[in-house]
């Protein structure tokens, strides 16, 4: 079936470096992508969607020049994360829908970012 | 807005006994009505979903009914295992087919022990 991939899977930057998650979808294309964001032991909070070749849309409180979002492609969202900051620290998940994909939301493994 | 309520957790249980968590839901129009799991440090699994009133989701033993009436989706099972130790989560998106579809708006998740 569908697959969504993230990458890397944990990454460990330092303080006021950036750090890019990769989002792909292997077998369908995505031509909408959701970020999500979940903190220790909490649920998870959309963040923005991406939908390709145009402007994510961010949700309230998400401070767009600091999370970047690209949709480049139908297969490949990225999200990066500028200037880290340890409070930045947390788990990134994306999730994928699109032609091919049956009405499917498919979620990635997700991603372990720690800023040190 | 949309919002998702869960019943709170923990929940312990030993193997074989009856699950349910609890969730109810406040959204416009006709969403759609999901089940995630979580096992720990991974991303999350679809589990069951549900598109319309009176549907009925299942997988792996888990089943949960849509019911517009009373705004629920509670997830049961009728003998749990060891192995479904999880976190669960309950999510609603916009109506499948509508361009909100997959901008999922989550519970606060339940986490599972199931005992031996």
């Known amino acids: 079936g569908a697959v969504v991939s993230q990458h890397p899977s944990r990454v460990i930057c330092k303080s006021g470096t950036s750090v890019k998650i990769e989002c792909r979808s292997l077998?369908?294309?995505?031509?909408?992508m959701f970020w999500y964001r979940q903190f220790p032991k909490q649920s998870l909070m959309l963040m923005a969607t991406?939908?390709?070749?145009?402007?994510?849309?961010?949700e309230q409180g998400v401070e767009k020049d600091k999370f970047l979002i690209n949709h480049a492609s139908l297969t490949l969202s990225t999200l990066t994360v500028t200037s880290a900051h340890p409070e930045d620290s947390s788990f990134y998940i994306c999730?994928?829908?699109?032609?091919?994909?049956?009405?499917?939301?498919?979620f990635g493994e997700g991603s372990w970012l720690t800023v040190v | 807005g949309d919002s998702v309520t869960q019943m709170e957790g923990p929940v312990t249980l030993s193997e074989e006994a009856f699950l349910t968590i609890n969730c109810t839901y406040t959204?416009?129009?006709?969403?759609?009505l999901f089940w995630y799991v979580q096992y720990p440090g991974e991303g999350l699994q679809l589990l069951l979903k549900?598109?319309?009133?009176?549907d009925k989701g299942s997988n792996k033993g888990f089943e949960a009914t849509y019911r517009k009436e009373t705004t629920s989706f509670h997830l049961e099972k009728g003998s749990v295992q060891v192995s479904d130790s999880a976190v669960y989560f309950c999510?609603?998106?916009?109506?499948?087919?509508?361009?909100?579809?997959?901008?999922?708006?989550f519970g606060q998740g339940t986490i599972l022990t199931v005992h031996p």
């Open positions: 999730s994928a829908r699109g032609a091919g994909s049956g009405n499917t939301i498919y």
């Open positions: 549900a598109t319309k009133a009176d």
């Open positions: 999510a609603l998106s916009g109506n499948a087919g509508g361009t909100s579809y997959g901008k999922l708006t």
């Open positions: 959204a416009t129009g006709y969403p759609s």
């Open positions: 991406s939908n390709e070749g145009s402007k994510a849309t961010y």
């Open positions: 077998d369908f294309q995505a031509t909408t």
